[in-house]
């Protein structure tokens, strides 16, 4: 059975319509409100999270908020923009190098100022590098905390017409650009023997160049022109091979590796000595003057009295005997004593003939040669004295005795009467004998002593156990017949600390 009802609509739409003016009213509002704040809110972090981005991506390619680099402020800035300033700048602290050295090879250096250049530092791969690491959300640190950072830099730029003006007037360039190919034996008066190598070590200067510019580049100033590979050689013709020949020959006899140990003093025979020892053939030619000579199986020739002539110039030099000298006196003013039996004297002779021998033999090794004597004093080289010897001050009448440049023993004594003609005699010589418990006799004496030393001749020191005193001026009328009359106490002592040979310098 169908039950039908209507449904009163009009009825619902009333209820409806009463609902919206009570509490559900005010309900609906507040969510609308909270609808729109939340929007709100959404839109509002949509927006710093835009700009977040916005500014990370920023700071990727331009330095973060409060960044200092070098003393240079740099917020907002690009690495070019920074790098310009820095290079207009300079750098915060002197730590830039100055100069760019250039090392040629085989010892040769020269610099080439880089103000004159026009070479500046270049902080590009630096500034990258730093803006990398601080790049991208690490801005948001620095809006509290400044940074503040001292970069080197890692390259450098340069003005082109300015740098090449620079390297053309360097001397390994100039020096190229005007050396002459081939190879020529030279000989100077001074040097001896040398060689013109144009063929070997060249440089080229095109490569050299863009090399210094690729080193400046990866922030290099100092260039090793060897490493670059800008050094080549040239072919020799027959000619030039045949100058090396000759130029080895005088190599290896140049290179003799004698020494002369002279006592103080040591002199290497180098090349300038030993290349004057060499005969020299007639010059056949321009450019051949003072070329070797060379006998029949093609060795060179030695000139015998080219070597003598040396030997007697170290003569001349190292020879005393008979020979002035000048010292300051104990006294304190300066005296001339001539060299009486004692000094140096090289055998000139015996000399010559072992170095003509010794130079035409070649050496693995260095030879260590004291040359021959006739006679040669206590010590050996240009002071033949030395620091050890006895000095008689006769104006004064004092002896003293120098040990080591010690003064240990220092004594009035009275030497040979004056008034008389006895004086003793001015020079230098040597003690060259010691003698104990000994009877000097003379024509008109005989006196005992007991410590001798005889000096030159019969005048020696001694003691003189009958005198009461000595110095003052009892040498004028009361003196010896020549010798040193000493205390005998002194003349103990001296006597145990002299040796047989050293230098007694007696002077008024």
């Given amino acids: 059975m169908k039950v039908n009802k209507a449904i009163n609509t009009d009825k619902i739409i009333l209820e409806v319509n009463d609902l919206s003016k009570g509490p559900y009213r005010e309900l609906v509002r507040m969510k609308k409100f909270f609808g729109f704040l939340a929007r709100l809110m959404l839109l509002g972090a949509l927006v710093v999270l835009a700009a977040y981005f916005f500014l990370a991506l920023y700071y990727r390619r331009n330095f973060p908020v409060n960044t200092w680099i070098n003393g240079i402020y740099c917020t907002g800035k690009t690495v070019e923009q920074v790098n310009e300033e820095l290079l207009k700048n300079g750098p915060a602290e002197n730590t830039q190098p100055l100069r760019v050295v250039i090392l040629g090879g085989g010892g040769v250096s020269e610099t080439i100022e880089m103000s004159e250049a026009g070479i500046r530092p270049d902080y590009t791969d630096a500034l990258r590098e730093y803006l990398k690491q601080n790049a991208g959300g690490f801005w948001v640190n620095r809006l509290k905390n400044a940074a503040s950072a001292h970069l080197a830099a890692e390259a450098y730029v340069w003005d082109e017409e300015r740098l090449q003006a620079e390297f053309d007037s360097l001397d390994m360039v100039t020096g190229e650009l005007s050396k002459k190919d081939g190879v020529l034996l030279g000989y100077d008066e001074a040097a001896g023997y040398y060689l013109k190598d144009g063929n070997r070590g060249r440089l080229d200067t095109k490569k050299a160049f863009d090399y210094i510019k690729a080193c400046l580049s990866r922030g290099e100033t100092v260039i090793d022109l060897t490493s670059g590979n800008c050094r080549y050689d040239r072919e020799d013709t027959p000619q030039d091979r045949e100058q ?63 070597v003598r002539s040396w030997v007697e110039q170290l003569a001349e030099e190292y020879n005393t005997y008979k020979k002035e000298r000048e010292f300051l006196s104990t006294r304190g003013d300066a005296v001339t004593v001539k060299y009486g039996t004692y000094g140096t004297r090289i055998d000139v002779e015996a000399e010559t003939a072992y170095l003509f021998k010794a130079v035409q033999t070649q050496r693995a090794e260095t030879e260590i040669h004291v040359p021959a004597y006739k006679q040669k004093g206590y010590v050996r080289g240009l002071d033949d004295i030395g620091d050890t010897y006895i000095k008689i001050d006769m104006t004064q009448q004092r002896m003293y005795f120098y040990f080591e440049g010690e003064l240990v023993l220092d004594t009035d004594v009275v030497t040979g009467d004056t008034s008389k003609r006895r004086g003793t005699p001015e020079g230098i010589y040597y003690v060259y004998s010691k003698q104990r418990n000994r009877i000097l006799r003379g024509a008109d004496y005989a006196s005992f002593v007991k410590y001798w030393m005889p000096v030159v001749g019969g005048v020696g020191i001694h003691d003189a156990s009958w005198r009461r005193s000595f110095g003052d001026e009892i040498y004028k009328t009361n003196g010896s017949h020549g010798c040193i009359n000493t205390p005998s106490e002194k003349a103990s002592q001296l006597y145990e600390m002299v040796k047989v040979g050293m230098p007694v310098i007696m002077f008024y």
């Fill in 244 to 306: 090396r020949e000759l130029w080895q020959k005088i190599s290896d006899f140049t290179d003799c590796k004698i020494v002369y140990d002279m006592g103080t003093e040591s002199i290497l025979l180098t090349a300038d000595i030993t290349s004057h020892f060499l005969e020299r053939q007639e010059a056949k030619g321009p450019g051949q003057e003072g070329l070797p000579a060379l006998d029949t199986d093609g060795s060179l020739l030695v000139n015998r009295e080219k």
